[in-house]
C-alpha cells in the first residue's frame, strides 16, 4: 500500500518546514510515494522555503496555483496523485510520527472503510504548552447510518487527519471548489453516502490555532453550514427531521466561540437561537452557564470542563458505552 501526501501551503512560511518533517520522519516513510505540495498563491517566503525541502527530499513534488482556496489545491494535487491512498496536511499543521501507519494498519486488516481519521491536538502556543487532546465522535467501517449521524453532528473529521482511498474520488468526485468554507464538510457528506468512515484511537495530527485560520470564528462559518444544511435535505429529504438539531448544534458551537473570544452578548444571541432550534439539548444551556460567568473564571472553568469532557469520552469509549 503506498500513500500520496498532499500538502497545501498559502502564506505557511513560518510553519511549512515542521508539516513537511513531520511527513518524512513517519515510522511508514517508506509506505510514501510521493509528497504533492501545492503553493497556492503564497505572498510571504514559502515558495523560497518549499524549494529548499524539494531539493533536500526527492519524493516532493512541487505545484503552484493561483491562490484558488484549499478545494482547488487539493483537487489540483490529486489530479497527480499516483498511489493508492491519499493523505492530507494543512501547511500550519503537522502530524504524530506514527500517524500513517496507524491508519494503514487498519486498511491492512482488511477493513472496507472509505477512509480512516482520528483524534487531534488543539494548540496555539509554540511551545504547545496549551495543547488539549480533542476525542472526535468514532465512525466504524460497518456502521449503516454514516450520513444521517454525520449530517446531524458535523464532524470534525479534519483534513489534516485524513488517509483515504483513491478510489473515493473516482467514485463520488473531487472537492467542491465553489466552496472556500466548509468544502471539508461537505467533500465528507458525499463520502458517507457510498462509504464509511473509520476511526483509528489516538491522536493522529497537531492542529495549530492561529490568526490566519479559516475557521478562526466559528461564527463566520454559519452561512456556508447552513446553506450545506438546506442543499443536503433537497438532495436527500429523509434528513429533514435532523436539520433542526443540526442547525442547533452549529449555533450552539459558534456562540460558545463568541463567548471564549470575550463577545458575550453575540455569544449569547447565537446560543439563544440554538436554543429554539433544539431547546432539548443539554449542551446549549451548559453553554449558556458558561456564558453567564465572571469573566476571571471563565476560561480556567471552561478548560477544566473541556478536559472532563474529553476525558469522559475517551474513557466510555474504552469501557464500550
Same mark, same amino acid.
Given at each position: 500500500?503506498?500513500?500520496?501526501?498532499?500538502?497545501?501551503?498559502?502564506?505557511?512560511?513560518?510553519?511549512?518546514?515542521?508539516?513537511?518533517?513531520?511527513?518524512?520522519?513517519?515510522?511508514?516513510?517508506?509506505?510514501?510515494?510521493?509528497?504533492?505540495?501545492?503553493?497556492?498563491?503564497?505572498?510571504?517566503?514559502?515558495?523560497?522555503?518549499?524549494?529548499?525541502?524539494?531539493?533536500?527530499?526527492?519524493?516532493?513534488?512541487?505545484?503552484?496555483?493561483?491562490?484558488?482556496?484549499?478545494?482547488?489545491?487539493?483537487?489540483?494535487?490529486?489530479?497527480?496523485?499516483?498511489?493508492?491512498?491519499?493523505?492530507?496536511?494543512?501547511?500550519?499543521?503537522?502530524?504524530?510520527?506514527?500517524?500513517?501507519?496507524?491508519?494503514?494498519?487498519?486498511?491492512?486488516?482488511?477493513?472496507?472503510?472509505? =477512509? $480512516? @481519521?482520528?483524534?487531534?491536538? +488543539?494548540?496555539? #502556543?509554540?511551545?504547545?504548552? &496549551?495543547? !488539549?487532546?480533542?476525542?472526535?465522535? %468514532?465512525?466504524?467501517?460497518?456502521?449503516?447510518?454514516?450520513?444521517?449521524?454525520?449530517?446531524?453532528?458535523?464532524?470534525?473529521?479534519?483534513?489534516?487527519?485524513?488517509?483515504?482511498?483513491?478510489?473515493?474520488?473516482?467514485?463520488?468526485?473531487?472537492?467542491?471548489?465553489?466552496?472556500?468554507?466548509?468544502?471539508?464538510?461537505?467533500?465528507?457528506?458525499?463520502?458517507?453516502?457510498?462509504?464509511?468512515?473509520?476511526?483509528?484511537?489516538?491522536? =493522529? $495530527? @497537531?492542529?495549530?490555532?492561529? +490568526?490566519?485560520? #479559516?475557521?478562526?470564528?466559528? &461564527?463566520? !462559518?454559519?452561512?456556508?453550514?447552513? %446553506?450545506?444544511?438546506?442543499?443536503?435535505?433537497?438532495?436527500?429529504?429523509?434528513?429533514?427531521?435532523?436539520?433542526?438539531?443540526?442547525?442547533?448544534?452549529?449555533?450552539?458551537?459558534?456562540?460558545?466561540?463568541?463567548?471564549?473570544?470575550?463577545?458575550?452578548?453575540?455569544?449569547?444571541?447565537?446560543?439563544?437561537?440554538?436554543?429554539?432550534?433544539?431547546?432539548?439539548?443539554?449542551?446549549?444551556?451548559?453553554?449558556?452557564?458558561?456564558?453567564?460567568?465572571?469573566?476571571?473564571?471563565?476560561?480556567?472553568?471552561?478548560?477544566?470542563?473541556?478536559?472532563?469532557?474529553?476525558?469522559?469520552?475517551?474513557?466510555?469509549?474504552?469501557?464500550?458505552?
Amino acid at each position: 500500500m503506498s500513500v500520496s501526501v498532499i500538502l497545501t501551503c498559502h502564506n505557511e512560511e513560518r510553519f511549512i518546514v515542521q508539516a513537511v518533517e513531520s511527513v518524512i520522519n513517519q515510522t511508514a516513510s517508506s509506505r510514501i510515494k510521493e509528497i504533492i505540495i501545492v503553493n497556492d498563491g503564497s505572498t510571504d517566503g514559502s515558495a523560497e522555503v518549499i524549494a529548499v525541502l524539494a531539493r533536500r527530499e526527492p519524493r516532493i513534488h512541487v505545484l503552484t496555483a493561483a491562490g484558488g482556496g484549499p478545494s482547488s489545491a487539493r483537487n489540483l494535487a490529486i489530479r497527480h496523485a499516483t498511489s493508492d491512498f491519499i493523505a492530507f496536511l494543512d501547511g500550519d499543521d503537522f502530524w504524530a510520527e506514527d500517524k500513517l501507519e496507524r491508519q494503514l494498519a487498519v486498511f491492512g486488516n482488511g477493513c472496507k472503510a472509505g =477512509l $480512516v @481519521y482520528g483524534d487531534f491536538v +488543539d494548540f496555539s #502556543a509554540p511551545d504547545i504548552s &496549551d495543547a !488539549l487532546h480533542v476525542t472526535v465522535r %468514532r465512525y466504524r467501517g460497518d456502521q449503516s447510518d454514516t450520513l444521517p449521524t454525520y449530517f446531524l453532528l458535523d464532524g470534525p473529521i479534519i483534513p489534516s487527519s485524513i488517509l483515504m482511498r483513491r478510489q473515493i474520488v473516482e467514485d463520488i468526485g473531487l472537492f467542491n471548489e465553489a466552496l472556500w468554507l466548509a468544502e471539508d464538510t461537505e467533500f465528507c457528506m458525499r463520502v458517507a453516502e457510498r462509504w464509511t468512515f473509520q476511526y483509528v484511537a489516538g491522536a =493522529l $495530527v @497537531y492542529k495549530r490555532r492561529h +490568526d490566519s485560520n #479559516a475557521t478562526r470564528r466559528l &461564527d463566520t !462559518l454559519l452561512p456556508a453550514a447552513e %446553506r450545506l444544511t438546506r442543499e443536503w435535505i433537497m438532495r436527500r429529504p429523509e434528513l429533514a427531521h435532523l436539520a433542526r438539531r443540526r442547525n442547533a448544534r452549529l449555533y450552539a458551537k459558534a456562540g460558545n466561540d463568541c463567548v471564549v473570544k470575550g463577545e458575550k452578548k453575540r455569544g449569547a444571541r447565537l446560543l439563544i437561537r440554538a436554543m429554539r432550534h433544539d431547546p432539548l439539548s443539554w449542551r446549549i444551556y451548559v453553554c449558556i452557564f458558561l456564558c453567564a460567568m465572571p469573566r476571571g473564571m471563565d476560561p480556567q472553568v471552561r478548560r477544566a470542563a473541556k478536559l472532563l469532557f474529553y476525558r469522559a469520552v475517551r474513557n466510555g469509549y474504552a469501557d464500550g458505552s
